[in-house]
């Protein structure tokens, strides 16, 4: 590729990402040609629907998170939706109160230990930035340790807590939401046995041998553990993953719908690259492959992957997955 023609998109993206050396500039600038034409359309629906004050809840909402809430209005519709603002409401004081508590030097250490290994291409969290985020970044890791002494931290909410406070810019926000995924929206994930996470990584496989038996049946021949190729998707909720726009528009609908949105993003992934997958031979090939099927056209043009997750996977309601948490959560705790 050409300087000059890179030269057209800037080299750090709006969040303070810095773009990849293999950045494919030209497809991604006729993406957004397409794409700021729709965010415009919607920025307008999105003022006009949040003029009255609050976030109305209801089927009109859903549609509309569906298709993207604009940047500017997106700490507060998740704060509205996920139940974040009422309990930051209703606990006046309580996250500065958590980072004036008793010292716990065991926590402190495990999350300095990941402060620098947070986005290392994010300009707003290297120490060289004014004001640098690690700070902010630590408090809110910190505080939530204190809060939930269950979990205190696991590696993996640092990626989660740092998208956060991108988009909130605002530390007690980025507590109180970080609160809601980990406490309501995905149980389990991060404790110590990280039972939740294990539990949703078999519900996967079901709903692969169901939907994608192809796939499955090529799993059970191998003899490859879901664990191996989805657990950063699922700790990390498509962090580091998928393009940051992406992961953004999911976690959209995360906050409104809840965790089985993550299982209608992984179906549509490995639908969509099926016969790609099909071809592996070995552990190692369809390792190399789930990695290959985040990257890409498809998975960057944000818009229309959207649409694909609620049409390509089929139906899959809550109803569903407690079901199959149910069920998969029973084997796994008779294994030990």
Not at 130 to 156: D, F, I, R, S, W
């Amino acid at each position: 590729m050409e300087p000059a023609e890179r030269s057209r998109v800037p080299r750090i993206d709006p969040y303070g990402f810095e773009r990849p050396a293999d950045f494919d500039a030209a497809a991604y600038e006729e993406f957004l040609a397409g794409y700021l034409v729709t965010l415009t359309r919607r920025a307008v629906k999105w003022s006009r629907l949040l003029r009255a004050g609050g976030v109305p809840r209801g089927r009109a909402v859903k549609r509309y998170v569906r298709k993207g809430v604009p940047l500017e209005h997106r700490a507060r519709v998740w704060m509205a939706l996920s139940g974040a603002q009422a309990q930051m409401d209703q606990n006046p004081g309580y996250y500065h109160w958590l980072l004036q508590g008793e010292r716990n030097p065991r926590l402190e250490d495990a999350i300095r230990t990941d402060l620098n290994r947070t986005f290392p291409d994010n300009v707003k969290f290297r120490k060289t930035t004014e004001p640098c985020l690690q700070k902010t970044l630590y408090n809110v890791l910190l505080a939530y340790g204190h809060h939930n002494q269950a979990v205190g931290y696991c590696q993996g909410m640092n990626f989660i807590a740092g998208y956060l406070i991108l988009i909130t810019n605002n530390e007690e926000e980025s507590f109180w939401l970080l609160d809601a995924l980990v406490g309501r929206i995905l149980p389990d994930y991060y404790t110590p046995a990280m039972l939740g996470l294990k539990t949703d990584q078999e519900v996967l496989g079901e709903l692969v041998r169901a939907k994608l038996p192809a796939v499955g049946a090529l799993m059970e021949q191998l003899g490859v553990l879901w664990t191996l190729l989805v657990s950063r998707w699922f700790i990390c909720l498509f962090v580091d993953v998928l393009p940051v726009e992406t992961v953004l528009r999911i976690w959209d609908c995360l906050f409104n719908e809840g965790s089985k949105i993550i299982f209608r993003v992984a179906l549509t992934l490995i639908k969509q690259h099926q016969e790609f997958i099909l071809e592996a031979t070995s552990i190692p090939d369809i390792c190399d492959k789930f990695k290959q099927i985040t990257k890409g056209s498809f998975v960057m043009e944000c818009h229309t992957f959207m649409q694909k997750i609620f049409s390509e996977p089929g139906s899959l309601s809550m109803a569903t997955v407690a079901k199959l948490r149910e069920s998969c959560r029973a084997r796994l705790l008779a294994q030990g």
